[in-house]
């Protein structure tokens, strides 16, 4: 059952009609317009709209993210953050003008191409969603081989790495139940960097956290940003925004402003 949820970001089939439906090929072939992107623009939103059911919660979002942001999306529990992040990684079906990710066209993504799109993206998840009866070494190798390594010498190379990344070298044969919240959670971000993603989502990481591990597991996120990875969080908490400081994007009242100059 553990392993079915583990499985539900690579594999996850969205239920709604619209990523089943195919173009016709002569519409394909239509003329579109084409729209200009510098090589650094990761994410292109232009007038989406986010839904949670049939209910629109936030209208007319448009954004652009480049590489090496880190951008907050801020604001309270059931604003729409979490409902575009699921939209950016093809969870729920895309309703806007247009939605470019990571070379990938939302309102005409074939359903084919979402574990390819999903393959491009780290996700960081805030119930950790670990296999509990596997250490973290079985839990990282358990990932890399679902997306197609074999070389067991590359994997233990690149599991070291990740979690040397996040500070947790020494903690490979732990279980799961064995470490700390915010231990759980940088596992995860290692979880994340496995693939080299040229883009990380994160849903609410320091939800579930005390002060204390909240702000370790920001202070490797921020260490992250340094580096040069781009990365999308979400929050509610007001603490995450004033005391590491970048762009967010508030969410209130079906609107999003950006602080962005």
Do not use: C
Request: glycine letters at 6%.
């Amino acid at each position: 059952m553990e392993e079915n949820n583990q499985q539900e970001f690579e594999q996850h089939e969205p239920e709604q009609q619209e990523f089943e439906q195919e173009q016709p090929e002569q519409q394909e072939q239509e003329e579109q317009e084409v729209i200009e992107r510098d090589s650094d623009v990761l994410v292109d939103l232009r007038n989406v709209n986010v839904y949670q059911g049939e209910r629109i919660v936030v209208e007319n979002v448009s954004l652009e993210v480049r590489k090496g942001e880190l951008v907050f999306l801020m604001g309270r529990t059931g604003s729409g953050k979490s409902s575009l992040l699921k939209i950016l990684y093809a969870d729920l079906p895309f309703n806007g003008d247009s939605g470019y990710v990571l070379g990938f066209e939302l309102s005409d993504i074939r359903r084919k191409e979402i574990p390819t799109l999903r393959r491009k993206l780290g996700m960081i998840f805030q119930d950790f969603q670990l296999l509990t009866d596997r250490t973290v070494q079985e839990n990282l190798y358990f990932v890399l081989k679902a997306t197609g390594w074999k070389n067991k010498q590359a994997m233990d190379e690149r599991v070291v790495e990740v979690m040397t990344t996040v500070g947790l070298p020494d903690k490979l044969e732990k279980m799961p139940h064995q470490l700390s919240g915010g231990e759980q959670q940088k596992v995860v971000i290692a979880r994340a960097l496995l693939n080299h993603p040229d883009l990380i989502l994160a849903d609410e990481p320091t939800g579930n956290l005390d002060p204390i591990s909240s702000e370790e597991v920001m202070n490797t996120i921020i260490a992250l940003k340094e580096q040069g990875i781009t990365i999308l969080m979400a929050t509610h908490d007001l603490m995450v925004t004033e005391k590491f400081a970048s762009r967010t994007l508030w969410f209130n009242n079906g609107k999003v402003q950006d602080n962005r100059p």
